[in-house]
């Protein structure tokens, strides 16, 4: 089974950016819609982005249309998320997801493999 980990979090200040990968092992991700989720403490995981399994089709949340882009490196077998122009209220957990289907989904409960979560924090 695929095994999912994130890294590339870390503090940032308003109006900064941060790229945070997933990278992937006993898999490929190119075999899987992939999606990007964060939370913070005492709330549920929230849809961020997702890419689909073919054609590099992207949904994003509306508050980060415009600012994040999700994108695959298959030659590395990663998904970047790459945050532009970030706000405090970006600050969460952010986990990449693996959801076998073709198109993401902006349900968590869609997806059948995660990672550990990154740190990311966006200061004033």
């Known amino acids: 089974q695929v095994q999912l980990a994130e890294s590339g979090g870390g503090l940032a200040q308003a109006g900064g950016s941060l790229t945070l990968t997933c990278s992937a092992s006993?898999?490929?991700?190119?075999?899987?819609?992939i999606g990007w989720f964060r939370q913070v403490p005492g709330k549920g995981r929230e849809f961020v982005a997702a890419?689909?399994?073919?054609?590099?089709?992207?949904q994003y949340r509306d508050s980060v249309k415009d600012r994040f882009r999700i994108s695959r490196d298959n030659a590395k077998n990663t998904v970047h998320l790459q945050m532009n122009t970030l706000r405090p209220e970006d600050t969460a957990v952010y986990y990449c997801?693996?959801?076998?289907?073709?198109?993401?989904?902006?349900?968590?409960?869609?997806?059948?493999?995660w990672g550990q979560g990154t740190q990311v924090t966006v200061s004033s």
């Open positions: 997801a693996a959801r076998i289907a073709v198109t993401g989904s902006e349900s968590a409960s869609h997806y059948h493999y």
């Open positions: 006993g898999g490929s991700l190119n075999t899987y819609a």
């Open positions: 890419i689909s399994r073919v054609n590099e089709i992207t």
